[in-house]
């Protein structure tokens, strides 16, 4: 079997290079043999799409489960579905997406109604009209609020606001900074806000009226049977081979005629130029009899408590009932070896290390760097569904160009 060469453009416009074997009897191209590394969502959708084409996919899974940190699993003792890599709330303007996920899975719509408690005290989150009355003992209409927090709470010397600090007076002023954002974030990130840049607070919405929806997309749910049976339908396709608690080896890719990798990137490369920084977590679990929180997300902003947030699972699956409760109480710090990577940090020093393995993942020759891990990147859910979609498309476009090219 004759084996070409071909470069084509990849989901991060990177030209890459993969291997197509000829069929010698018909002209035409035998399947090739594309090699995954993780089974979460990214490994997963590009899996089935390419194994739809006709492709021969091979899955190595570190782990013992699929979907990735969107794993689920009902407890064994109370029977309630757990987000084992904490709380996952599917949302998208994407309609597209959102049919397909409905495709492998019955979705249940869901609206995620965080509430924070900061000073003993209780408020809705993102920060809305309700927020803003109740903790300055107001009862503003929404315009009135909209002044108030404009002219008597924000910081107006602040016209340019460079890091999240700034863009927290300068947004919503001192008191409901420190309130809602100081405390929690530098439990989240390890860091002083003055040294977080702005964006990250810039995404964050700020309502004058009533509506406590934590997100604003058109599609909010969540799947009956949870993520892992979801994932599990995507992959349940005869052209898959599925490896769990099968870590990648190189000796693997020399053997297939593409990799496409989820798992980190720096990893791939041995970490060659130092480790890629990211905040993991450690989740505390108890137990309790009926409701503990009363909601599924309850933060903690005051900086004397150690953890982040609460999550109370089974208000994940409000069409279920049990008596029992199972909670998460969640810690945040810095990732060491043989942690699990949660957030990218992508400060000054991440951007530099990471534009080094940008550099070396274009030069990386049938490789396709993929997903949340893969790019270095927090992405969504609904982003990951996309950008995995968009990359299968591009892969066989080009192979199919090139297929045309040869007759
Ligand atoms: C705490 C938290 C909460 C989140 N909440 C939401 C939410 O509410 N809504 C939302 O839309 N998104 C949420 N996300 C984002 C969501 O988790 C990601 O979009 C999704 O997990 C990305 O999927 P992925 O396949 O790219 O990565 P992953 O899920 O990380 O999958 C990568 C897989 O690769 C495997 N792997 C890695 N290295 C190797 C190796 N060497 N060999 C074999 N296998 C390997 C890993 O074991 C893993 O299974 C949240 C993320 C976090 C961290």
């Known amino acids: 079997m004759l084996k070409l060469f071909q470069r084509i453009a990849c989901c991060n416009n990177k030209p890459k290079r993969f291997r197509l074997r000829q069929n010698t009897s018909g002209g035409g191209f035998d399947q090739m043999h594309i090699l995954i590394v993780g089974a979460g969502l990214s490994g997963a959708v590009i899996g089935r799409a390419l194994a739809q084409a006709g492709h021969h996919i091979t899955i190595q899974e570190a782990r013992t489960h699929v979907a990735g940190n969107c794993h689920t699993e009902r407890c064994a003792d109370t029977g309630i579905m757990v987000h084992a890599y904490g709380p996952h709330i599917f949302h998208t303007d994407d309609a597209e997406v959102w049919e397909y996920v409905n495709s492998f899975a019955r979705f249940h719509s869901f609206r995620n109604r965080v509430k924070t408690t900061v000073n003993d005290l209780v408020y809705a989150l993102p920060i809305n009209l309700h927020t803003i009355n109740q903790f300055f003992g107001r009862r503003f209409r929404p315009d009135e609020a909209r002044r108030f927090i404009a002219e008597e709470q924000a910081d107006q010397s602040i016209t340019d606001p460079q890091n999240f600090e700034e863009q927290a007076l300068h947004m919503v002023g001192p008191a409901l900074y420190e309130a809602f954002f100081k405390g929690y974030t530098e439990k989240q990130w390890g860091r002083a806000p003055a040294d977080l840049p702005a964006a990250i607070l810039k995404r964050l919405p700020l309502r004058f009226n009533y509506d406590d929806n934590y997100y604003a997309h058109r599609f909010q749910g969540l799947p009956e049977d949870g993520y892992t049976a979801m994932v599990a339908a995507i992959l349940d396709h005869p052209g898959i081979d599925l490896h769990l608690n099968s870590p ?83 810690y945040a710090r810095a990732c060491g070896p043989g942690d699990i990577p949660y957030y990218p940090i992508r400060l000054a020093r991440e951007k530099e290390l990471l534009s080094q393995y940008e550099a070396l993942a274009a030069r990386e020759a049938g490789v396709t760097f993929i997903g949340r891990l893969g790019t270095y990147r927090y992405i969504d859910m609904d982003v990951t569904i996309r950008e995995a979609l968009d990359s299968a498309a591009a892969f066989l476009t080009a192979t199919q160009a090139r297929h045309r090219r040869q007759i």
């Open 248 to 330: 990648f080896s190189p000796e693997q890719a020399a053997r297939a005629d593409h990799l496409f990798w989820s798992g980190p990137l720096d990893a791939y490369f041995g970490q060659r130029h130092g480790p890629l920084g990211y905040r993991t977590l450690d989740f505390e679990r108890f137990t309790a009899t009926g409701d503990w929180q009363g909601c599924a997300v309850m933060n903690y902003g005051d900086p004397e408590l150690p953890y982040t947030r609460i999550t109370e699972h089974k208000h994940f699956s409000p069409w279920e009932n049990h008596a029992q409760t199972v909670c998460y109480r969640e």
